[in-house]
Structures are given as structure tokens and as C-alpha cells.
């Protein structure tokens, strides 16, 4: 019995599914070898990322000006995985700040992200070990509709006057609205969403935006969590290995000859290996 006919019996197990097996397989054992590796004290390797290594000198910055930082968590409710990156993001942030005693403003557009975000920067100022500093009027909630909370937090820009604007979520119509009266404000911005339709808008306006998946590896850049390490380092192995088996399937698709002698000695062509039953 050959591997094809080993792995279609009954054509329950086809040969793409098995692949798919043992990628994910694979993709999970490098997740959980990372994450043993930085629970271990391991320093892992991750590529510096612009936006966040401003972070310092844009939280300096509102120190030296005697002004706050403003940081708004986007406009997605819980559920959304970008407010959930955006609350991790957003406690490391008000840690920094409150080392610096710099007050972090906080306005929120979900009723359930209002008391996330209040004890998450509480605890933060708590581990900066300032928990006096804390002012629970600093995290508000404005409105859950998504242009009066726009209208409110661009108040808060022109009242409060800022120096820092951290934009960090999912954002949608308002972003333009957001990083423009930012940047006539003359606040450093930074930016990040997984919304592609926003990207130009935040890169046009703000000094530094995450783009993309970007907004996810701040959360294990910033926070050095083993776990959100572990998955960031796991996913960009598994990546690099995703990325070399495409490259072997083009070798073989433009190299006929090749491609048959692998029939010859299997019975089966690679790309075969590839092509996912409906």
C-alpha cells in the first residue's frame, strides 16, 4: 500500500489533510518550545518595531511639556481582538507613565471596555508602585455611538491638550478625524489598527503606525509575556517554514522533470499534497 493509499482510505484522510496535520502540529510545538524557552529566562530575539520603540520618548516628551498622555483603545467592543491587544498595550503604557507621574487620559466608547480600562490602569499605576498617582476620572466613557465619541475625544484634545496621542484598536470613519486634530494640536501620534481601509489615514497623520499584525506582536514587545512571546516567535517560525515549503512547490511546479522523478519515487506529486478537498 502506498502513502496515497494509506491516507485516502475511504477518502476520509486525504493526503491534505494530513499535511495540514502536521503543520499545525508543528506550528504548536514551536509555540510551546518558545514559551518554555522565555519562561526560562530566555531572552528571545524580537525585531524592533518603530512605533513602539518611540513609545519612551513620546511618554518623555508629555513629562518634559507637564502634559498628559492621551490613549484611546479604538472603538471595537471586547470582543474584538484588537481592544483586547489594545488593553494589554495599554497597561504598559500607563505603567511607563505613571513612572514618569505623567497623567494617562483614557476615553472609552463601550461601556464594557470603561471598567477594563479603569482597572487596568490602576494596576498599572499600582505596579509602577505610584497608586496614589491613579485618578479614576482619567478613564471615561464618552458614548457608544461612534461620532459622538469621536466629537468628545477630539474635545478632549483641544481641552486638555496632550502631548502624546497613542490611537491603538479597531477604528473605522473616525480615524481621519482623530490623527487630524492630533496633528493640528501638535501632538506626537502613534497609530496602530488592523483595519486596512484606515492604514492611510493614520500613516498620513501620525509620526508612527503599526500596521497590521503589528498591533499584535506590541502586546509580547512591550509586556515580554512569555505566553505572547511564545505565539509571536511560534507564528514568524512558522512562517519562515510556511514560506520555504511554497518556495520548494515553485521549484517543483517550474521544474517538470523533478516533479516526476518525486512521483517516480513516491507516487504522488507535491503540489498534489496541497490541494484541499471542498
Not at 518550545?33 to 518623555?60: C, D, F, H, W
Not at 483614557?106 to 505610584?130: C, H, Q, S, Y
Not at 497608586?131 to 486638555?160: C, H, W, Y
Not at 512562517?239 to 512547490?249: T, V
Request: aromatic content about 12%.
Amino acid at each position: 500500500m502506498d502513502l496515497i493509499s494509506f491516507v485516502t482510505i475511504g477518502e476520509t484522510y486525504p493526503a491534505a489533510k494530513l499535511v495540514m496535520g502536521i503543520l499545525m502540529l508543528l506550528f504548536f510545538s514551536f509555540v510551546l518550545y518558545y514559551t518554555r524557552q522565555a519562561k526560562r529566562g530566555k531572552e528571545l530575539y524580537v525585531r524592533p518595531i518603530a512605533g513602539l520603540s518611540a513609545m519612551n520618548e513620546a511618554v518623555g516628551r508629555a513629562t518634559e511639556m507637564g502634559r498628559p498622555v492621551l490613549y484611546v483603545p479604538g472603538i471595537a467592543d471586547m470582543d474584538d481582538i484588537q481592544t483586547i491587544a489594545s488593553v494589554v498595550i495599554l497597561s504598559e503604557v500607563a505603567k511607563l507613565a505613571a513612572s514618569y507621574d505623567t497623567r494617562t487620559i483614557v476615553p472609552t466608547g463601550k461601556p464594557i471596555i470603561f471598567p477594563v480600562a479603569e482597572e487596568t490602569v490602576r494596576n498599572a499605576f499600582a505596579d509602577a508602585g505610584r497608586p496614589e498617582a491613579f485618578n479614576k476620572d482619567d478613564v471615561r466613557f464618552l458614548s457608544d455611538d461612534q461620532f459622538a465619541f469621536t466629537a468628545g475625544v477630539t474635545g478632549i484634545m483641544l481641552r486638555e491638550k496632550p502631548a502624546t496621542n497613542i490611537y491603538m484598536g479597531a477604528f473605522w470613519a473616525e480615524s481621519l478625524i482623530l490623527a487630524e486634530t492630533g496633528f493640528l494640536a501638535g501632538a506626537i501620534q502613534i497609530a496602530g489598527t488592523a483595519n486596512v481601509s484606515q492604514l492611510p489615514f493614520f500613516v498620513a497623520a501620525c509620526d508612527y503606525t503599526l500596521i497590521g499584525e503589528e498591533l499584535y506582536a506590541a502586546s509580547a514587545y512591550l509586556s515580554r509575556e512569555p505566553q505572547l512571546l511564545g505565539s509571536l516567535k511560534g507564528s514568524d517560525t512558522a512562517k519562515l517554514l510556511w514560506g520555504a515549503l511554497i518556495l520548494i512547490g515553485v521549484i517543483l511546479a517550474n521544474i517538470p522533470a523533478l516533479d516526476d522523478k518525486l512521483e517516480s519515487a513516491f507516487g504522488f506529486h507535491f503540489a498534489d499534497l496541497f490541494i484541499f478537498p471542498k
